[in-house]
């Protein structure tokens, strides 16, 4: 995720996240940000179609999204509250305002945010000591 | 003209419960317009009063999204498949 947000950059980046339907993800989907902007994103609906089909194809959900906020907090902005598609769905903010960048996940339902626990596993290298 | 409608979850509450669905009608127009006859309270999510797509639902007819096509005139074949997803965006403005 943060690879893909890095590269995006001066734009926000975002993605899709796979997993299983108990809520683990397996694979970050990248996607160009259709929107092409610093301060707004959308993902491409060809790789949104894609990525719906492979998780029906490998058993599979599609478990959230991620984007960055190039110069502002990794909080859900207004827009994300208003926009957000999907009140199962899980919304990782990836702020890149500073250094280091900050990760956070949140549920949006009916306009209500609230932090999640994001649990790393199986995982070696920085990430694994969070 | 039938084809195959493929209901993402988020709106399979106001469609029955369903997955997916056979619909009826020779352009994107008109199988929306037999959804949201045969269930009315989905219609604020795929149409604008004007009848154009909600600008948060992509259309897709087999692999391609109807946007880059005609919109509502979009022609259906014969047992196409139609898929159904909410757009996936925001941002920090």
Redesign the interface.
């Known amino acids: 995720m943060l690879a893909t947000c890095i590269r995006a950059l001066p734009d926000e980046g975002c993605g899709l996240l796979l997993g299983t339907p108990d809520g683990v993800v397996v694979d970050v989907v990248a996607s160009p940000n259709v929107a092409a902007s610093a301060k707004v994103y959308e993902i491409d609906p060809k790789v949104l179609l894609r990525t719906f089909r492979r998780a029906d194809d490998e058993g599979l959900e599609v478990l959230g999204v991620f984007h960055s906020h190039t110069h502002s907090a990794a909080y859900p902005s207004p827009t994300d509250i208003r926009q957000a598609p999907d009140p199962a769905w899980h919304y990782v903010l990836i702020s890149l305002a500073a250094v280091p960048s900050d990760v956070r996940s949140y549920s949006i339902i009916e306009g209500q945010v609230s932090e999640e626990i994001i649990r790393v596993e199986g995982v070696t290298g920085p990430l694994a000591d969070d | 003209m039938s084809a195959l409608l493929r209901i993402?979850?988020?709106l399979r509450p106001a469609m029955g419960g369903e997955a997916s669905i056979t619909v009826e009608g020779a352009t994107i127009g008109a199988v929306l317009s037999d959804v949201t006859t045969r269930y009315p309270a989905v219609k604020a999510q795929l149409l604008n009063d004007d009848g154009t797509l909600h600008r948060?639902l992509?259309v897709?007819v087999n692999?391609d999204?109807v946007?880059y096509l005609g919109g509502v005139e979009t022609p259906v074949n014969d047992r196409d498949e139609i898929?159904l997803?909410?757009?996936?965006?925001?941002?920090?403005?």
């Not at chain 2, 997803?85 to 403005?93: K, N, R």
């Open positions: 993402p979850t988020v948060f992509n897709y692999d999204d946007r898929t997803l909410p757009a996936v965006a925001g941002g920090a403005w």
